[in-house]
């Protein structure tokens, strides 16, 4: 959950940097790290902005919709984060 949270730190500081390159790398792990956790969709969405910033630099368009995903990601961290501290 730490690693987690500083990728997603780290992704949200290289939107805000539009540093199209350093967030690829991001979503990147992102995507592995839902994906070894069998959060599909999660993982599917992290992939789809991996692939697409792989060919495109952010833009008007892309970087609201990314932004939107990590704030989504956030939600879903502090949940797990919740229910971890239940146990």
């Given amino acids: 959950v730490d690693t987690l949270l500083v990728d997603l730190d780290n992704a ?6 539009k540093d199209t390159s350093c967030l690829v790398s991001l979503l990147h792990r992102l ?10 969709a999660l993982s599917a969405a992290c992939s789809e902005w ?3 910033l792989s060919t495109e ?7 609201p ?5 990590l704030e989504r990601l956030y ?3 502090l949940a797990l984060r919740g229910a971890l501290s239940e146990e």
């Fill in 12 to 17: 949200q500081m290289a939107l805000d940097k």
């Fill in 31 to 40: 995507n592995g790290s839902f994906a070894s956790v069998r959060a599909g």
């Fill in 50 to 52: 991996e692939v697409t």
């Fill in 57 to 63: 630099a952010l833009n008007v368009t892309s970087a």
């Fill in 65 to 69: 919709a990314v932004q939107s995903l």
């Fill in 75 to 77: 939600s879903v961290l």
